[in-house]
C-alpha cells in the first residue's frame, strides 16, 4: 500500500513519544502490503474498524486512532493518513 502523508505520524509521536514504535510498526506493515478491500485489512488488524468510508486503526494497545482514508482501486492502493488521535480525542471526534 502506498500510504500518503506519513509526516501526520511523525508529527505525533514527537507530542507522544510512546507511540512512536507501534506507529512505525503499523507504517511498515503496511507498506508491505497490497489490501484490495476492508475484509483484507481486518483479516490483519481484528480491531480495525470502518466508520463512515474511513478505517480506524487501534494503536498501541487500544491507547490510540489511527484514522486513514482508504482507496482500494485496481491501479493505485492507498491509505491516507487522516488524523492520529488519543482514546480521549477519538472520543470527541467526528468524521
Known sequence: MN?????TL???WAVHPDAEEPL???L?????????NFAEVRA???S??????????NIGGNKYRLIVSPN??????????RVVLTHRQYDHWAP
Open 72 to 81: 482500494f482501486g485496481p491501479r493505485y492502493r492507498t491509505f491516507f493518513i
Open 28 to 36: 511498515r506493515h503496511v507498506q508491505r502490503s497490497d489490501y484490495s
Open 10 to 12: 511523525a508529527a505525533f
Open 3 to 7: 500510504v500518503i502523508a506519513p509526516r
Open 24 to 26: 512505525r510498526e503499523w
Open 48 to 57: 480495525a474498524d470502518w466508520v463512515d468510508g474511513l478505517i480506524v486503526f
Open 44 to 46: 490483519e488488524y481484528g
